[in-house]
C-alpha cells in the first residue's frame, strides 16, 4: 500500500499569515514545525491502516519546507523547484491512495486563509467543466490521469466545501475556521493532527473501494487571469487557447496533457506580473 501526499501550507491549523509561510524569520519556523506536525499526522495514520511507503510531495513556496529528517515512515521526500508536475510531483511512479494536506481555497471562492489559486498575482478564478475549482480540483486531473483515487484531503472549511464537486469519496478534515483570508479560529495541533491521523487511517482502510476523481472527460478548464497581457502570454502555451480578453481555455479528453498545459500557464504567466 503506497500512499502519495501532496502537501501545501496555508490550510494548515494555527496558519493565518503569509509570514508563516514565507522564509526566513521566526513566523516561519513555527510555520514549518505546525506543517511537519500535520505532514506527520497524515503519515502516522497511514501506517496504522497498513501502508508500506510513503511518497511527500512538498507542494508550497521553494517546495523544501521541512527537514527530511523528521519525516516519519521513511518517507520519500519530493523536494525543490521547476517540478514538471508541480503540486502532484510523484504520482506518475503511482500510488494506491492520494492524500492532499494543508490545502486552502481557490481566489475566487468565499473568504479562506490566504486563498490563492496556484499564483495569486496572476489567476483570478479558474472554473473545471463549468464548475469553480480550486487547487484540489486542479490537482485531481493528475489523480485522474494516474487511476489514483483522493483519499483526504485537508484545510478549513471552505476547502472542504470546494473539493465536494470533484472529490466527493475523500476524507475531510477541517482544522480552522476562516472568517477571512487573514483571519481564523483554528484547533489546537494536537487536536488536528489526531483527527487527522484518524481520517488518514480511513482512508487507507477504504482505499480500495475509493472512486476516482469526479472529473468527467473531455473536460474543459477555464483559466481566468488579472490581465490581458497574461492572457496573451498563457496562450503561447500548447493547449491553451484565448477565449476572452482575460480567459484562456484548456480542454481534451487527456486530463494529464491538460494538467501540464495549466502548470505551463503559471509558470510563463509569471512574465507578465507587475502592475
Ligand atoms: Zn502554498
Redesign the pocket.
Known sequence: MKVFISF???GVAGIVDWSQ?IPPGQPYEEGRRLLLGEVNAAIDGALAAGATEIVCND???AMNNLDPELLHGQATYVSGRHKPLYMMQGLEAGADVVFMV?Y?GSISGESSI?S?TYNPSVVSHVTLNGVRVGESGINALVALACGVPIGLITGDRQTAAEADPFLADAERVVVKESFTRFGAVNQHPEVARARIAEAARRAVERAANLRRPAIPLPATLEVHLQTADMAEVASWVRGAERTGVRTVTIGGDDPMAMFRSFVAVTYITRQSEGR
Open positions: 501545501d501550507m496555508e509561510c507542494s508550497h513556496g494543508g486552502h490566504l490563492h
